[in-house]
C-alpha cells in the first residue's frame, strides 16, 4: 500500500526551538540565558536542556565529505 502523506517541508512543519548565536537566547526550561556550548548543542547551564544549534556545525576539519566530481583548484606555491 503506498502512502499519500505529502513529502516533508520544514516551512510547514510549525516552530523549533533553536540556539541562535550572537543573540539573547533564554531557556525553554528556566528561563535562564546562560549556556554551554558544544558542536552540536547548548546546554542550558542550570537546568540542563539542549537546544540544537542553528548553525548547522557541520563545517570544519575532519569531516566525512561525499565525492563531488569538481577538482580542486591548485594551491598558488
Do not use: Q
Not at 6 to 14: K, V
Not at 32 to 61: D, F, I, Q
Amino acid at each position: 500500500m503506498a502512502s499519500t502523506r505529502p513529502p516533508f517541508a520544514i516551512g510547514r512543519s510549525g516552530y523549533r526551538i533553536a540556539y541562535y548565536a550572537h543573540e539573547i537566547n533564554h531557556c525553554p526550561g528556566c528561563g535562564k540565558s546562560h549556556w554551554l556550548m558544544g558542536r552540536m548543542t547548548a546546554e542550558c547551564a542550570y537546568c540542563s536542556t539542549a537546544l540544537p544549534l542553528n548553525e548547522g556545525a557541520m563545517v570544519g576539519n575532519g569531516l566525512f565529505r561525499g565525492k563531488t566530481g569538481k577538482i580542486p583548484a591548485p594551491l598558488a606555491a
